[in-house]
């Protein structure tokens, strides 16, 4: 694996680069010596954040933690991705596709099934027409993180989120 450090409005010291190599560096029985891991490390205030991203054919295995220790954060980083590459390692081997990028032993070691997901709830409701604000004032005051709504100027169905830093995102469909 090819690690790549980088950092925002922070140093990246010999302690923090050996911290991330020597976690991440678990994660080679994984990948072959090609693949590259994007690491990020920032500092926001009291945020101490890490953003992973791996980059293999098809997808991005990424993973972002953020704790008030950067240390707390790479150990918590390492630990969500090996849990989504068994994930991942299901698609794979049903599809047989990217799997380029992950060591043969990885790919058809047997590994424990994974809970089958179920959509225990239903809902249904009502959508009339309306503009994104409009959409985001409705969200803030169902006090809802997302809120799926019928797009007046386009009449498809969209979705406004809260993003952080009180902004906002909205989700158009594209055909």
């Not at 101490?48 to 054919?57: G, L, N, Y």
């Not at 794979?92 to 179920?118: M, N, R, T």
């Amino acid at each position: 694996m090819r690690i790549t450090i980088s950092g925002r409005n922070i140093e990246i010291t010999p302690g923090l680069r050996q911290a991330v190599e020597s976690k991440l560096s678990k994660l080679e029985r994984y990948f072959t010596p090609e693949t590259d891991v994007i690491v990020t490390l920032s500092v926001e205030k009291e945020r101490q954040k890490i953003e992973v991203t791996i980059p293999v054919k098809g997808n991005i295995i990424r993973s972002e933690q953020v704790s008030n220790d950067m240390y707390v954060s790479i150990d918590l980083v390492e630990e969500v991705i090996e849990r989504q590459l068994k994930k991942y390692k299901n698609k794979l081997v049903d599809a047989k596709q990217g799997s380029v990028h992950f060591k043969p032993d990885f790919i058809e070691k047997e590994s424990p099934e994974e809970e089958e997901i179920q959509i225990i709830r239903t809902k249904r409701f009502g959508m009339k027409p309306m503009y994104p604000e409009d959409a985001c004032v409705q969200m803030e005051l169902l006090g809802h993180n997302f809120f799926v709504f019928q797009n007046a100027e386009t009449e498809e169905v969209n979705v406004v989120y809260k993003r952080k830093g009180n902004t906002y995102g909205l989700i158009e469909p594209e055909f």
